[in-house]
Antibody, heavy 118, light 108 residues
Framework: QVQLVQSGAEVKNPGASVKVSCKAS????????IHWVRQAPGQGLEWMGW????????NYAQNFQGWVTMTRDTSISTAYMEVKRLTSDDTAVYYC???????????WGQGTLVTVSS | EIVLTQSPGTLSLSPGERATLSCRTS???????LAWYQQKPGQAPRLLIY???SRATGIPDRFSGSGSGTDFTLTISRLGPEDFAVYYC?????????FGQGTKLEIK
């Protein structure tokens, strides 16, 4: 069965960086994009961008360009999302999700809570 | 960027009733690339409907989606206690992908 398993919760100081991982199993990793979506406490869903695991190509939402980097390691079927220069506004749950051209985001990771606090 | 506006913000209904949730987009959504998700507290979103009207794997047939262009609807024909949650629409036909702000379906 398709599964996306994310890394555990993180607590970071303002100005630091965080890198969240998303390990895929149960399907061909290179065959589907991986999207990242974040959700601030009590708020809605915000799309951050996607990575094409096959080519490594990326597409970032404008709000995240320049300080978010999405990468992948196809040898271990894992996608990564790094956020630099963290502020308290980046406190959120970060989700990875499998992207299907027709079905949109059909499988989601369990989410990773990133807390930014001094 | 396509803006999605969901209404109502909160919907209060009783189990067994019919729920109708609306999603309007600021521009026409190409090829009906409109999806609906359900999210319960502390859980990841779950895909319910894609392509405006196709149910995702394992979704009960009491959930149905309809609409095209700029007006879309999610209908839950007979609410079960497990259906009370937040529902989001999303367009994925053009970049950037965008979500609506959500409709909270609560028990009356």
């Amino acid at each position: 069965q398709v599964q996306l398993v994310q890394s555990g919760a993180e607590v970071k100081n303002p100005g630091a960086s965080v890198k969240v991982s998303c390990k895929a199993s149960g399907y061909t990793f290179s065959g589907y994009y991986i999207h990242w979506v974040r959700q601030a406490p009590g708020q809605g869903l915000e799309w951050m961008g996607w990575i094409n695991p096959n080519s490594g190509g990326t597409n970032y939402a404008q709000n995240f360009q320049g300080w978010v980097t999405m990468t992948r390691d196809t040898s271990i079927s894992t996608a990564y999302m790094e956020v630099k220069r963290l502020t308290s506004d980046d406190t959120a749950v970060y989700y990875c999700a499998r992207g299907d051209v027709q079905k949109s985001l059909d499988y989601w990771g369990q989410g990773t809570l990133v807390t930014v606090s001094s | 960027e396509i803006v999605l506006t969901q209404s109502p913000g909160t919907l209060s209904l009783s189990p067994g009733e019919r729920a109708t949730l609306s999603c309007r987009t600021s521009q026409s959504v190409s090829s009906s690339y409109l999806a609906w998700y359900q999210q319960k507290p502390g859980q990841a979103p779950r895909l319910l409907i894609y392509g405006a009207s196709s149910r995702a794997t394992g979704i009960p047939d009491r959930f149905s989606g309809s609409g095209s262009g700029t007006d879309f609807t999610l209908t839950i024909s007979r609410l079960g206690p497990e259906d009370f949650a937040v529902y989001y629409c999303q367009q994925y036909g053009s970049s950037p992908v965008t979500f609506g702000q959500g409709t909270k379906l609560e028990i009356k």
